[in-house]
């Protein structure tokens, strides 16, 4: 069955540092990958996603992410952490077996200290 | 850019009534759209695949019965919490998934549900 994990529920970074958030998936085809953001009081926003290709993409806001087929993973990153990036972030496989769905990650909660 | 509204953003009722939440596509057409749940502190759950004409697809485990989906245009969906509970209180949010762009899910605001 698919499923996608995110290992991390919660992580806090400071302004200005680096930030890595993991995702892994199970799925037995080439998946759709996405990287949604969640800020209180709003709907999900795509960050990002991956159907083909280049197996780094880039996204919005300055968030990037990479597709590695041999660990199953798609981790988003960001060189920079603002504290407006302060939000939950989902992981998400679309798969197309009978028919088109997305599947998501429980989510990893950011916070951004000063 | 593409926009689903979702109405109510957010309704207190009493145990025992129906609430009605719709999902809009306003500016696209969507064959398909998808109705999650979420529990505080938890990622969206799948409820339910709703196809425009045609009879919605529940996951496992979530009761059709309680949970009726009409997808009666390309524009509009409608999920009605039958007989609702306190257990029912929970954030419901829809999304709609764009017929021309295969992939490509736009998000409702959500609707938070409280039954006392």
């Known amino acids: 069955a698919q499923s996608v994990t995110q290992p991390d529920i919660h992580i806090t970074v400071s302004e200005g540092a680096s930030l890595e958030l993991r995702c892994n998936y199970s799925?037995?085809?080439?998946?759709?990958l996405f990287w949604y953001v969640q800020s209180p009081g709003q709907g999900l926003q795509l960050l990002l996603k991956y159907f083909s290709g280049d197996t780094l993409v880039q996204g919005i806001k300055g968030f990037e992410a990479e597709f590695k087929r041999s660990q199953s993973s798609f981790n988003l990153r960001k060189p920079s952490v603002h504290w407006s990036d302060a939000a939950e972030y989902f992981c998400a496989v679309g798969t197309n077996t009978g028919g088109f769905k997305t599947i998501f990650g429980a989510g990893t909660r950011l916070f951004v200290k000063a | 850019g593409a926009v689903v509204s979702q109405h109510p953003s957010w309704v207190i009722c009493k145990s025992g009534t129906s609430v009605k939440i719709e999902c809009r596509s306003l500016?696209?057409?969507?064959?398909?759209m998808f109705w999650y749940r979420q529990f505080p502190k938890q990622s969206l759950m799948l409820m339910a695949t709703s196809n425009e004409g045609s009879k919605a697809t529940y996951e496992q485990g979530v009761e059709k019965d309680k949970f009726l989906i009409n997808h009666a245009s390309l524009t509009l969906s409608t999920l009605t919490v039958t007989s609702a509970h306190p257990e029912d209180s929970s954030f419901y949010i829809c999304?709609?998934?764009?017929?021309?762009?295969?992939?490509?899910?736009?998000f409702g605001s959500g609707t938070q549900l409280s039954v006392l």
């Open positions: 500016d696209f057409q969507a064959t398909t």
């Open positions: 999304s709609a998934n764009d017929v021309a762009g295969l992939g490509k899910l736009f």
């Open positions: 799925y037995g085809a080439t998946p759709y």
